[in-house]
């Protein structure tokens, strides 16, 4: 196979950058999207030749060898299950679903269909985050003892991240996902699970800071206690203002690292009108800006899809990290860390 056709669900946000990471791969034809809105404008935009209101429908009539999931998170599960159904490849944005149940289920389903299943976790492709790694590897800051990480902004642009039932929950889900996500790579793996969480969150609605209106809370925090006695901290909140900031630290034995992901941009502008864009998440661009270089290449979306249609390419499993099982144990931490701010105590993690 020389060309993968991509079929992807959802066209807004996430289906944008999707296609964005896509068309700059020329072993990729996007052949169709299907959506409940927007259909027009991002067909236009990408030029889609086909265009489909219902996604099972589109699977069930083009010719295509993998769909990305870019919808609701509580619609991944069905998406995830149609597109194993119809024997596609599937790319699964983040958090791979609202339950443990659904995820392990579309796991289940995906290996028993045949068709690989990727865990969009972009972080595991950003280049900083490699670079990072590498370092780690050489001995570079000895052995990692301690990794702190967050992604926070001023609050979601989609309604959908405002309910719990179509969301799962708020900033933990829907954020913190990223850095438990990135942790559970750098430090864990089937040898050294996450055996026990501590976590407090601010729980929603009126006991929000600052989004009342937000069903699930608006900050959390996450601690995640490895096997062998390592610790990460993870963040997410909605508090955040001037922009998205993605930060990791990590502290080794005879070194440590701090890496930024949206604020590390090698610009510095001043600009009395503004300018066309800076950085996600930023209410306006006057003034003293960073405005990022390549946002899709630094955050990992660009890597992470020419890897996933790479592993298509060449019929290899995607690696551990990025691959369903990742994905379901991201939503076990995620559980048992809601389980341990309602219960307002330590919660050991089943593995
Ligand atoms: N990896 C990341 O950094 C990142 C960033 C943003 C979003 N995401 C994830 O991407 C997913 C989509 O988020 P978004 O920000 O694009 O949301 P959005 O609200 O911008 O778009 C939602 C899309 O879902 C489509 N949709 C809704 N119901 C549908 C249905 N029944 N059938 C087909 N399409 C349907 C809508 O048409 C719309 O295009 C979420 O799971 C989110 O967590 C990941």
Not at 71 to 76: G, K, Q, T
Not at 149 to 159: I, L, Q, T, Y
Not at 221 to 240: C, H, P, Q, S, W
């Amino acid at each position: 196979m020389n060309q993968v056709k991509v079929g992807i669900v959802g066209s807004r946000f996430a289906a944008d950058f999707h296609c964005d990471s896509y068309s700059r791969n020329d072993r990729v034809k996007i052949a169709a999207v299907a959506a409940i809105d927007n259909l027009e404008e991002i067909s236009t935009k990408w030029n889609i030749p086909k265009t489909y209101e219902n996604y099972r429908e589109m699977m069930d009539k083009e010719d295509i060898d993998l769909v990305s999931v870019c919808v609701p998170n509580f619609l991944h599960h069905d998406v995830v299950l149609a597109a194993a159904e119809a024997k596609k490849h599937v790319v699964c944005e983040k958090p791979l679903a609202t339950t443990s149940a659904e995820a392990e289920e579309m796991v289940n389903t995906c290996a028993d269909a045949g068709v690989k299943l990727f865990y969009a976790e972009d972080w595991g492709f950003a280049p900083a985050l490699n670079r990072a790694l590498e370092i780690i590897n050489q001995g570079g800051i000895g052995e990692v003892l301690y990794v702190k990480a967050r992604e926070v902004h001023c609050g979601s642009h989609s309604p959908f991240a405002k309910k719990k039932d179509t969301c799962g929950g708020g900033a933990l889900i829907h954020l913190a996902i990223h850095p438990i996500g990135f942790m559970l790579y750098m430090l864990g793996g089937a040898d050294n699970p996450v055996v026990e969480v501590t976590a407090k969150t601010t729980g929603g609605l009126d006991r929000n800071y600052v989004h009342k209106d937000f069903e699930g809370e608006d900050w959390a925090v996450g601690l995640m206690k490895f096997a062998d006695g390592k610790r990460a901290l993870a963040e997410g909140n909605y508090i955040t203002v001037g922009g998205m900031d993605d930060c990791v630290e990590i502290y080794g034995s005879h070194g440590r690292m701090n890496i930024d992901l949206t604020f590390g941009s090698p610009i510095r502008c001043y600009s009395r009108q503004g300018i066309d864009y800076a950085i996600e998440k930023t209410d306006f661009t006057h003034g003293w800006t960073k405005p990022a270089v390549d946002e899709f290449e630094s955050l990992g979306y660009v890597r992470e899809l020419r890897y996933f249609v790479d592993c298509v390419i060449n019929d290899q499993q995607p690696k551990p990290g990025v691959d369903g099982a990742a994905g379901l144990a991201c939503i076990k931490v995620v559980e048992a860390m809601y389980q341990s701010a309602k219960e307002g105590k330590s919660v050991v993690v089943e593995t």
